[in-house]
């Protein structure tokens, strides 16, 4: 299973971003989706998880700025990143959990400058 990730970049403390990524549609509408993030020299963290039934729910680190949700339309889940602080630099990563698999995008660098 192939997760295409989108939209990272660099941004100013205070800015925003979004993030999307698209799944094949065979797998994208039945299952969750997430994405997680790992800094340098930190482990990979939750950011956020949707269910198929468009559910949330948010890492302590992110609620109150951060959106997630999913188009199952356009096999697409987004993640609004608002109010970017510089310890939201890291690579993130799409995730799909089936129940039996995770699959994971390839990751993409997104850059808070204080």
């Known amino acids: 299973v192939q997760l295409q990730a989108s939209g990272g970049g660099l941004v100013q403390a205070g800015g925003s971003l979004r993030l999307s990524c698209t799944a094949p549609?065979?797998?994208?509408?039945?299952?969750?989706m997430g994405w997680y993030r790992q800094a340098p020299g930190k482990q990979r963290e939750l950011v956020a998880t949707?269910?198929?039934?468009?559910?949330?729910n948010y890492g302590d680190s992110v609620k109150g700025r951060f959106t997630i949700s999913r188009d199952n339309a356009k096999n697409t889940v987004y993640l609004q990143m608002n109010s970017l602080k510089p310890e939201d630099t890291a690579v993130y990563y799409c995730?799909?959990?089936?129940?039996?698999?995770?699959?994971w995008g390839q990751g993409t660098l997104v850059t808070v400058s204080s």
């Open positions: 949707i269910t198929s039934g468009g559910s949330p």
């Open positions: 995730n799909l959990h089936s129940g039996t698999a995770d699959y």
């Open positions: 549609g065979s797998i994208f509408t039945d299952n969750f």
